[in-house]
């Protein structure tokens, strides 16, 4: 139960390390990461692009504004993209979740034994 808290609760993979199953921990985990850079970096860039056009004043600073720039700036190629580092990150949470909850149930099963 310990492992499946630390994957779901810290990060995909800890469970797994937690369990010295660090194969399975790396892969989860830079699943997770690699995502998880892609998606942050993104958000970055797009904060960025919208914070120049409103100080050239190419956009008011106001919701409806912010708003129309923004949905035309997500939309584009590089949606799929996102949208495919969104569902790996899901992913990759919930197999850390579920195997390392396996895994530490079938470990521990043995050592009762």
Known sequence: M???LLSALVFPGLGHFYLKQRI???LLAGAAL???YLVISRTVEVALELS???LRGDIQPNVAAVTDSLARQTAGAD???LNIAYAVLVIAWVIGIVDSYRAGRT???GSRQ
């Open 107 to 109: 470990a521990g099963t």
């Open 79 to 81: 949606t799929l993209l």
């Open 24 to 26: 399975q921990g790396t």
């Open 52 to 54: 120049d056009e409103i």
């Open 2 to 4: 310990k492992a499946a």
């Open 34 to 36: 690699a995502s998880l």
